[in-house]
């Protein structure tokens, strides 16, 4: 930190979470600067000590996030001796960046980075719950809606049961919303049902759409969709 900085933008920035979030942490009296308890709108400047429930915080110089549309056959792996093509062939090399959760090296879509591992740990953690939008394409073409129901009530994979949020047939497969991040769950899924996945692609993660990002090009979160996708995760 250079200049100095609104008490809540700091704690922000060291992935905290939102700049309101980080408000309610200073209102419940949980923020200390230089062992003062802190105040709304006080500033933190070069070399201040900044404490939340006792633990020293430290900011990111920077926090990155981007939005990738990650082609079909690139791992997501930044070492994988195996793999030809990595999404980080397709990426500017920023120091710390890796992926938030993972596609497969058969899917294709939205894939977030980020240098921020505190933003990670909470995005990917099955708790908050981050909804993924995904559009498949399967060997038997358009799910029935009776077996997009057995999705919403739940189906038994080798790792526990998995259902989904939401399920829509679609020319050739189905729309669906999933809120965990298991290995391969969605293929798994739709295998159980009898519908094999030929393709997939993620739409949406939380709050931030793929939109019209063409494949192998990425782009930075802008500071309020960074905001937005901070809001999708609730405060401990």
């Known amino acids: 930190m250079k200049r100095p900085l609104r008490l809540q933008a700091f704690l922000a920035r060291a992935g905290l979470g939102s700049r309101r979030q980080a408000e309610e942490l200073i209102r419940q009296g949980r923020v200390r600067v230089n062992g003062a308890v802190a105040t709304l709108g006080q500033k933190v400047n070069p070399g201040d000590v900044v404490e939340v429930d006792g ?69 990917t953690h099955p708790r908050y719950g981050v909804r993924k939008v995904y559009r498949v394409w399967t060997e038997r073409g358009t799910l029935p809606r009776s077996v997009c129901q057995r999705l919403l009530e739940g189906v038994e994979l080798e790792d526990g049961p998995a259902r989904a949020l939401a399920c829509r047939p679609a020319p050739g497969g189905a ?62």
Request: glycine residues 8%; charged residues 30%; without cysteine.
């Open 55 to 123: 633990k020293r915080v430290e900011p990111l110089a920077e926090r990155v996030v981007l939005a990738l549309h990650k082609p079909r056959g690139y791992t997501t792996t930044r070492h994988d001796p195996h793999a030809q093509k990595t999404v980080f062939h397709l990426l500017p090399p920023i120091p710390g960046l890796h992926p938030i959760g993972r596609l497969d090296r058969d899917s294709e879509g939205l894939l977030l980075l980020t240098n921020d591992g505190h933003l990670t740990l909470r995005l």
């Open 175 to 236: 729309f669906l919303t999933l809120a965990e991040g298991r290995k391969r769950e969605v293929r798994r899924m739709l295998k159980r049902v009898g519908y094999p996945v030929k393709r997939l692609l993620r739409l949406q993660v939380g709050p931030i759409r793929l939109g019209s990002l063409p494949p192998g090009r990425w782009r930075r979160l802008t500071a309020e969709e960074v905001e937005a996708l901070l809001r999708e995760i609730p405060l401990e």
